[in-house]
Nanobody
């Protein structure tokens, strides 16, 4: 069994910063891509950022230059540093990981439970 647990969400004023973390645990052989999606009320879930196993990042245009994704492979953890936050960044943020579990022949995408980020004055 593999679990992803997020932390770091909360309420922040416009222009502020937050750092999200997502730690994977369980019977893990290897983790390939990891990343973050978000879903605002009444909107579809959208990609925020992804990062490959060798730390190559990819960002949505809406967050380029403001958000930074990183990972610590020794800790099976992915991070999202969010700076210059705007009200339109308000959403539930979900992390994911493409995980090959111990004894498995292929990968499976696991999701975290979501963490609320609210940007408001």
């Amino acid at each position: 069994q593999v679990q992803l647990v997020e932390s770091g969400g909360g309420l922040v004023q416009p222009g502020g910063s937050l750092r999200l973390s997502c730690a994977a645990s369980g019977s893990i052989f290897s983790i390939y891509a990891m990343g973050w999606y978000r879903q605002a009320p009444g909107k579809q879930r959208e990609l925020v950022a992804t990062i490959t196993s060798d730390s190559k990042p990819n960002y949505a245009d809406s967050v380029k230059g403001r958000f930074t994704i990183s990972r610590d492979n020794a800790k099976n953890t992915v991070y999202l540093q969010m700076n210059s936050l705007k009200s339109e960044d308000t959403a539930v943020y979900y992390c994911f990981g493409d995980v090959q579990a111990m004894g498995a022949m292929s990968t499976y995408t696991y999701w975290g439970q979501g963490t609320q980020v609210t940007v408001s004055s």
